[in-house]
């Protein structure tokens, strides 16, 4: 594998980006080697500036369940951008996409458009605190919710004290209203309640964490969040940036059957375009600007290509079989590899919501995010370097999680399991 050109590329994007990327992970840091450049994605592919082919498992970080270049999401891109791609004022294609949102997910009544999902998570927050009249959040270790300010924050020296700033630049102001709690713990929520029990505005969660790899809740997890924010007066905020259609036409709420309070989406309500959206009951929607006094604003929010490209990707997402289809792809995939995992040193373990997978150096299982750093991320690292050479594009780092997209098929199942088995023997 020539990587040539891509390296060229790197040391010239580093005179004039930071690092060289637009965000961190792309630099391959936390697996040891540059990053590539893409120059095309087709499908389930995608070709490197050195001519290289890979299978890909990031897919855009997710957004790309129907793969690159989808006829139908190209198509109305390009129909929406011939006819003009920003106005700053209302446009049809805004209520469209609205609509199929608050008809696929039954606790979003009334949606905001946004673009990315930082701003979702950030807003929702906001909102949330404007209408409980309180200032704490409880977030859990290893749950990505953004880059705004009271979401970088960690557990400080115990899960009952307020987090501390992970990043420069966070005031300490912001991290004594951010309590940390551990995913799948309800005592280390119910604890946070007790002691600031008329002060916490709203729990954010992932329901299904993809930001640490993948970690599933466990039984009952979800369920005791929703009592016990009703308990005490709290907004549950559901993350569903990640999971909102990935799963089933609608969010991961849907196939638990629990309502949030609020509900954020991103990634996939977009067709690959930069989009964000965060939505719930009317009486809580309805105090945001200039329905209310809750300030949001955005001067791309609901623009005609993303709403286009949104569209025509739920479309698709809501005829026939789409998901059974799918998820008949992810299995085949995903029980072969435990096999081929199996086969090895035992020191390997897999998580698995459908068409979501990570996969763990570590014989421990992984539950939450102490168990998430277990995993060997050295190990990843060599392990990620040798399936690049196979042609096959996992995620570079050990925390983030595998995509399956519609246009995976037998064939790259087929590959990728003698890749990931290759690899293996070459890390023994």
């Not at 082919?53 to 139908?72: A, R």
């Not at 969040?225 to 009703?230: D, F, N, P, V």
């Not at 594009?393 to 790259?412: K, L, N, R, T, W």
Request: include cysteine; charged fraction near 20%; charge should be negative.
């Amino acid at each position: 594998m020539r990587t040539e050109r891509s390296i060229e590329l790197f040391a010239r994007a580093r005179e004039y980006i930071p690092g060289g990327v637009n965000s961190p992970v792309r630099a391959f840091k936390a697996v040891g080697s540059n990053p590539l450049f893409i120059k095309e994605g087709q499908g389930s592919k995608i070709y490197d500036v050195d001519g290289n082919e890979y299978i890909d498992y990031v897919c855009s970080w997710g957004p790309l369940i129907l793969g690159h270049s989808h006829p139908q999401v190209v198509q109305a891109i390009c129909e929406a951008a011939g006819k003009g791609s920003s106005f700053g004022a209302p446009c049809e294609q805004e209520i469209e996409l609205a609509q199929m949102i608050c008809e696929a997910i039954p606790a979003v009544e009334k949606v905001r458009m946004v673009n990315s999902g930082t701003e979702a998570t950030m807003s929702a927050v906001r909102l949330a605190r404007a209408f409980t009249g309180r200032n704490h959040i409880v977030k859990f270790e290893g749950c990505y919710h953004g880059h705004a300010d009271h979401f970088l924050i960690q557990a400080g020296s115990g899960l009952l004290t307020a987090g501390v700033p992970t990043s420069p630049g966070v005031p300490e102001a912001f991290a004594r209203h951010t309590l940390v709690a551990r995913y799948n713990d309800l005592d280390s929520v119910q604890k946070l309640f007790e002691q600031a029990p008329a002060d916490i505005a709203a729990v954010i969660v992932e329901p299904v964490a993809g930001n640490m790899g993948l970690v599933l809740p466990e039984p009952g997890f979800l369920e005791g969040l929703r009592q016990i924010t009703k308990e005490y007066g709290s907004l549950l905020i559901f993350d569903e940036v990640i999971s909102g259609f990935r799963f089933c036409f609608g969010g991961y709420q849907n196939i638990v059957n629990i309502e949030p309070d609020l509900t954020t989406l991103g990634k996939i309500i977009g067709g690959g375009l930069p989009v964000g959206a965060y939505g719930g009951k009317k009486e809580i929607m309805d105090r945001i600007a200039p329905e209310g006094d809750v300030y949001q604003a955005g001067t791309l929010s609901g623009n005609p290509l993303a709403m286009a490209a949104g569209t025509a990707s739920l479309r698709i997402l809501r005829e026939g079989k789409f998901y059974e289809v799918l998820e008949s792809t992810a299995a085949s995939l995903c029980e072969q590899l435990e096999q081929v995992l199996e086969g090895h040193d035992g020191i390997l373990s897999m998580n698995r919501m459908k068409s979501l997978f990570s996969i763990f150096f570590t014989g421990e299982k992984v539950r939450d995010y102490p168990t998430v750093l277990q995993s060997d991320s050295g190990k990843y690292a060599r392990f990620h370097q040798q399936l690049l050479q196979g042609g096959v594009y996992f995620p570079p780092s050990q925390f983030e999680v595998c995509f399956i997209s519609s246009a995976h098929d037998g064939q790259d199942v087929e590959k990728t399991l003698k890749t990931v088995d290759k690899a293996l023997q070459q890390l023994q």
